[in-house]
């Protein structure tokens, strides 16, 4: 695994990658001191430890604005892509290491914000993410089919929101 790491304008980064760089299994920021905000969403796009893609802007703002001192970002899939479809064509989206950073961070954060949106379903990696989630759980509304709603499409007037285990995807076992 690679770790990168930079500082600009008081905020720390470091991202994880696989040698091959396909995958990023995760990000994290650190602007002040405090918990930090773990936002579990689809897969990676185009942000690095140098740059922000505009979902990644939109999660900062939004962290920032909730009082967190940083945030991790952590996907059901490894897979760098900037269109969920791309995840289909590829024979393991999720990553070799993916699993263990979305368990040790999941519970190691002040709070998890559930938000990968409806393409969650996607190998059932939605469902077994939710059941595997631990600490503050928390979600920006859900869709009409019960996944997360994806940050980048949530209003920032809208407050993170309980995600109890016994509520997670109702009636599928």
């Given at each position: 695994?690679?770790?990168?790491?930079?500082?600009?304008?008081?905020?720390?980064?470091r991202a994880w990658y696989s040698p091959c760089e396909h995958y990023r299994y995760g990000l994290r920021r650190v602007w002040g001191e405090?918990?930090?905000?773990?936002?579990?969403?689809?897969?990676?796009?185009?942000?690095?430890?140098?740059?922000?893609?505009?979902?990644?802007?939109?999660?900062?703002?939004?962290?920032?604005?909730?009082?967190?001192?940083?945030?991790?970002?952590?996907?059901?899939?490894?897979?760098r892509a900037t269109r969920p479809e791309e995840l289909r064509r590829v024979a393991e989206?999720?990553?070799?290491?993916?699993?263990?950073?979305?368990?040790?961070?999941?519970?190691?954060?002040?709070?998890?914000?559930?938000?990968?949106?409806?393409?969650?379903?996607?190998?059932?990696?939605?469902?077994?993410?939710?059941?595997?989630?631990?600490?503050?759980?928390?979600?920006?509304?859900?869709?009409?089919?019960?996944?997360?709603?994806?940050?980048?499409?949530?209003?920032?007037?809208?407050?993170?929101?309980?995600?109890?285990?016994?509520?997670?995807?109702?009636?599928?076992?």
């Amino acid at each position: 695994m690679m770790i990168r790491t930079a500082e600009q304008g008081g905020v720390w980064s470091r991202a994880w990658y696989s040698p091959c760089e396909h995958y990023r299994y995760g990000l994290r920021r650190v602007w002040g001191e405090g918990d930090e905000v773990l936002f579990v969403m689809l897969n990676p796009s185009t942000a690095t430890e140098l740059a922000n893609d505009p979902t990644i802007e939109r999660c900062q703002r939004r962290a920032a604005a909730l009082g967190f001192g940083g945030m991790r970002i952590a996907n059901l899939f490894a897979w760098r892509a900037t269109r969920p479809e791309e995840l289909r064509r590829v024979a393991e989206p999720e990553g070799a290491e993916n699993a263990a950073f979305l368990a040790d961070w999941s519970v190691d954060s002040g709070m998890v914000l559930a938000a990968w949106g409806v393409h969650g379903a996607l190998r059932g990696q939605g469902i077994a993410a939710a059941r595997a989630l631990r600490g503050d759980v928390r979600h920006l509304g859900l869709t009409k089919a019960g996944h997360p709603r994806h940050p980048l499409y949530v209003s920032y007037c809208v407050d993170p929101q309980p995600w109890p285990e016994a509520e997670r995807y109702p009636g599928l076992g």
